[in-house]
Structure formats: C-alpha cells, structure tokens
C-alpha cells in the first residue's frame, strides 16, 4: 500500500514539474497613465484595468478598471448642476439629447479649480488587428477630494463672492445632468508598439463638481442650489503597460 501511495506521489511530481506554462490571451491587464488638455483647463489620469477578450475570435473584451483622475484648470466656468434646472428634459438616457435651460442655469467662475478623484469603471474595446484596438470607458462610482478655491457666483445678473468652494466629495454614475460629482469617461485609439507597450490617442469627457458653501443660487420654485458642474471636452494621449497573465496547462 505504501509502495502504491509512493508511486502516484511520483507521478503527481512529474506531472506538475513537466506542465507548461503559457500566456492566457483570454484577459488583457494593464496600468495605463494619460494626459489631456482643452481651453484653459486640463488632466492627469492613471488606472489598473482588467478586461475580458470575449467569444471565440477575442476580438471584443471588456471589464472594470481602478482609475485616479486629477482635473486642473483657470478661471473656470461651472454651471447650475441639478438635471431639473440644467435640462428640459431629464428623463434617463433621454437627457442627452435635451436642450440647455438656460433662464435657469448661474455660472460659478472657480478661479484655482483642482480636483483628484478614484473611481470604479467599466471598459469597453474592440480589436482590430494584433496592433490597432478602440474604446470607451466610463467612471461608475467613487469618491473625489481636491483644492478649496476663491469663486464668484453669477445669479440673476447679480455678481457673489464664495470664498471657499470646495470638489464634490461623491460621484456616482446617473446618466447625463443627473451624475453626481466627477466622472471620467474616454474614447480612444490605441496603437501597440510590441507585447508589453502601448499608445493612445484620447477624447475625454469629464464632469467635475464644486459645490458653494457661503453663497447660493435660488430657483425659481425657492430651491436652493449649491452644485455646478463642469463640462471639461479635452483631448490628450496615454501610454500602457501590459502584464502577461500565466496558466498552467
């Protein structure tokens, strides 16, 4: 019997010392850092990502992505943040295609704005080839922290100073004007220079909130308005890192 027992151990140790390894195109992980800029303001961007090459050919995958993003910018305008103010329409998805109300949107001018937020997101991408791949991405859910800046408020015609407004401290993804705090979100083309390497050419979309703390907007119906939003449209590149992932076969 224990000669038996000998002999499988044997044969398990061979086995094992004799598996190969190999690379498992099934998933696509790796650290990405980007930068992009637009009229007055700009980014800094650095994510892990895990995605999925999807069905047989692996030309799809997705997947979620641990993402820091830090927004900087002069003299900013942000604008009335609440969907019901900012909107005519504020039915989910269909938001996007509504009009501005602009009888009802004031303008905080932040002077330093500067934010840092960490967010969970999904991936979405399509390959190409073995070199060229495109997709999007977009942040879900997180938290935001930043710098506390001079503003000045424009209601009604009537000019405010806020002497400390600060970044939003929670954003969540709620399509469209309905988002709270600051999300990132990105289209891209991305070029691979060899295995581990990358390149990306980028248009990012991202909202960014400061909320008041001394001065207020008032609603037409009384309601009281501390959030503005901005709208940063800013293009930029980016540069990955590829980790190999090994199985045992």
Do not use: C
């Amino acid at each position: 019997m224990k000669g038996i027992l000998f002999v499988v151990i044997l044969l398990v140790l061979a086995m094992l010392a004799n598996g190969q390894k190999i690379e498992d195109i099934r998933i696509n992980r790796y650290a990405d850092f980007a930068g992009t800029i637009g009229q007055s303001q700009g980014s800094l961007s650095a994510s892990y990502v895990h995605n999925w090459k999807l069905w047989k050919k692996r030309k799809w995958e997705t997947g979620f992505s641990l993402r820091w993003s830090s927004y900087f910018g002069t003299k900013t305008e942000f604008i009335t943040a609440p969907a019901r103010l900012a909107r005519t329409n504020t039915t989910p998805f269909l938001i996007f295609f509504a009009g501005q109300r602009k009888e009802t949107q004031d303008t905080l001018t932040v002077q330093r704005p500067f934010t840092n937020s960490v967010n969970l997101a999904i991936n979405f991408g399509y390959n190409f080839s073995q070199k060229w791949s495109g997709g999007f991405n977009i942040d879900l859910i997180g938290f935001s922290f930043g710098r506390k800046s001079p503003a000045i408020l424009t209601s009604n015609g009537e000019m405010q100073t806020e002497p400390s407004a600060k970044p939003a401290s929670f954003n969540l993804l709620l399509t469209g004007d309905h988002d709270l705090g600051s999300l990132n979100s990105e289209f891209f083309l991305r070029y691979h220079l060899n295995d581990t390497w990358s390149v990306r050419a980028i248009y990012e979309f991202l909202f960014v909130e400061y909320k008041t703390s001394s001065v207020k907007q008032v609603a037409p119906d009384g309601t009281e308005v501390y959030r503005f939003r901005n709208k940063a449209n800013t293009f930029g590149l980016g540069i990955a890192y590829h980790f190999k992932t090994i199985r045992y076969i």
